[in-house]
């Protein structure tokens, strides 16, 4: 495996950064994962978009144009020879002195890791998983947008660590209003009388790339579909749930916090949306 940093790749044992990256000492950086489908990398466009999006935001200034990191992230497939697979590609403010101004970081630093995906069991998708609500709020807004796709994350890592303690694989977390904003690494989605409903960014979703391609091929199906704000009683009173992420993909849920979902299996619309996504990934 041959790491991309900075212009120059390495071994995974040589792939490292600096004690003094202000992405280490304060989390000052922004990510994306994207997943690399039979040697094509999936949404590639919409996830750069999106990282430079949430560089503008913490006013970080990526030194790659968008085009030559498209290019770039393409490029570290290749070298890897990664037909299936999972990219992680990280911006850090770069290496500077103690202290949080970023302006003691010259450079920001650019690092493509190419790896093997960690795949959810086949009988994840057939049965359904069960989920909790999390104490672990979602930032607010004035906090930190939560559409900013940041080095932060230790509020979402406390809210798996909830789920993982009560036996689950994934976590709802609220925005602070009690609202629901979305999970510790996917999107949500509830059905309700043959409507879909999934909450706004607003709420504290991330814009994921699942998630608008979900409600795309919903467009296309027919169903019809809103984002809107859920409650935890909506969640509970759903006749579907399901959640959708680069690594879970469509990931039908059918129990929430000891409510069976529906009729406790995966709904009839999560799975021709499941079907639908896995189509479309198919087709390239
Ligand atoms: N929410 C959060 C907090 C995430 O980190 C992610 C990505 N892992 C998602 C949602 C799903 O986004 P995407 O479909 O773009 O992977």
């Known amino acids: ?3 991309y940093i900075d212009g120059n790749y390495y071994d995974k044992e040589q792939a490292c950064v600096s004690v003094f990256d202000h992405g280490l000492l304060y989390g000052d950086g922004v990510f994306e994962g994207i997943r690399i489908y039979n040697g094509t ?10 990282l430079y999006q949430s560089a503008k935001a913490i006013l970080l200034h990526i030194p ?4 030559e990191m498209q290019a770039q992230v393409e490029e570290v497939v290749k070298v890897n020879n990664t037909h299936d697979g999972y990219i992680r590609l990280v911006v850090t403010r770069g290496r500077g002195d103690l202290g949080l101004d970023p302006a003691k970081c010259p450079k920001a630093s650019v690092i493509i890791i190419v790896a093997d995906v960690e795949l959810y069991p086949p009988e994840y998708y057939a049965k359904g998983i069960e989920i909790i609500t999390s104490s672990s709020r979602r930032l607010p807004v004035d906090g930190l947008d939560p559409r900013i796709k940041s080095l ?3 509020n979402n890592i406390m809210a798996k660590l909830e789920a993982k303690q009560a036996g689950c694989l994934e976590a709802v977390m609220l ?3 009690g609202y629901v904003a979305e999970c510790t690494g996917d999107n949500i989605f509830v059905v309700k009388e043959g409507r879909l409903y999934t909450p706004t960014v607003y709420q504290g979703a991330l814009d994921g790339i699942t998630r608008a391609t979900v409600l795309e091929l919903a467009q296309k199906l027919n169903i019809p579909c809103e984002a809107r704000a859920l409650s935890c009683y909506d969640l509970y009173n759903a006749d579907e749930c399901f959640l959708t992420g680069s690594g879970a993909e469509v990931m039908p849920v059918t129990a929430i916090d000891g409510r069976r979902i529906g009729d406790g ?3 009839v619309i999560t799975h021709r949306l499941l079907k639908a ?3 479309f990934i198919a087709a390239g």
């Open 41 to 50: 990398v999936f949404k590639l466009r919409e996830h750069i978009v999106r």
């Open 265 to 267: 299996k995966p709904g």
């Open 277 to 279: 996504f896995r189509e």
């Open 175 to 177: 925005n602070k209003e």
């Open 152 to 154: 932060n994350y230790l």
């Open 64 to 67: 790659m144009a968008m085009a």
């Open 1 to 3: 495996m041959k790491v």
